[in-house]
């Protein structure tokens, strides 16, 4: 997996890594460009920054969590990485949030921006059960089905964020995959949700991104290892 890197050039190592997963159609390079990476050290944030090409292809041959995990998860924690957290835009939204389905305990927290929400079909289906609180989804039904495994995730633990990463959701209220970005923030507690005014575009993306960053999440925090709270 092709990565661009920032390092923190703070002569205290934070211990913390942040990895930012671009959409569909995105490069790393573009959260450089699109001035994610300045906005992060503007606000004091002392973590290496990875940006990972997680590409449509990875999505397509059901690679892509394995790629992130061991091309860049694992290595940073046995680099001696305390503090990791997955950022992603749209589809790079929902690798993130699987990663965090399948393997939470190794990360201890999720941005997920606008994020891809499913298929039609798997909307469709919740929406036919009553929504989030009355949707179940068969074993069988989810095995290999990355979409149906978030949702499961996400449905299943809206009542014990104690024990998981923390897991936050922004979106534009004209997003066009506002829907069901809606129905995965209702999943969540009020003050891990953002909505903002915009579409499914770089200027609510960086909205959305800045208002994270205020949070102060990575300044300063304590350093606590993986699935923390």
């Known amino acids: ?31 450089v460009e ?8 503007r606000r004091g944030v002392r973590a290496d920054i990875v940006m990972a090409d997680a590409h449509l292809g990875y999505f397509t041959d059901r690679s892509v969590i394995g790629r992130i995990r061991e091309g860049v998860v694992l290595p940073a924690r046995q680099d001696g990485r305390r503090e990791i957290w997955l950022a992603g835009i749209s589809l790079g939204a929902m690798a ?20 891809y ?19 179940h989804c068969a074993p069988a039904s989810r095995d290999d089905d ?26 534009g209220r004209q997003d066009r995959f506002a829907r069901g970005q809606a129905m995965m923030a209702g999943t969540l507690p009020a003050d891990r ?7 499914h575009d770089w200027a609510c993306w960086r909205e959305l991104w800045e208002q994270w960053l205020d949070r102060g999440l990575l300044v300063g925090s304590s350093v606590h290892g993986g699935g923390a709270t």
């Not at 913390?16 to 490069?27: E, H, R, V």
């Not at 024990?163 to 979106?171: D, E, I, L, N």
């Open 1 to 31: 997996m092709r990565m661009h890197h920032d390092a923190c050039d703070s002569a205290v190592s934070a211990g913390q890594l942040l990895i930012l997963l671009p959409g569909a159609y995105g490069t790393p390079e573009d959260f």
């Open 34 to 41: 699109q001035g994610f990476v300045a906005a992060a050290r």
């Open 96 to 115: 993130a949030l699987g990663y965090a389905a399948r393997h939470g305990a190794d990360i201890d927290g999720v941005v997920a921006i606008a994020p």
């Open 117 to 135: 929400p499913g298929s039609r079909e798997v909307l469709d289906e919740i929406a036919a059960a009553g929504g989030t609180s009355h949707w």
């Open 146 to 171: 990355l979409e149906r495994e978030v949702w499961t995730w996400l449905v299943d633990g809206s009542n014990n964020h104690d024990t998981r990463p923390q897991v936050y959701v922004g979106y």
């Open 193 to 199: 949700r953002s909505i903002v005014a915009g579409g």
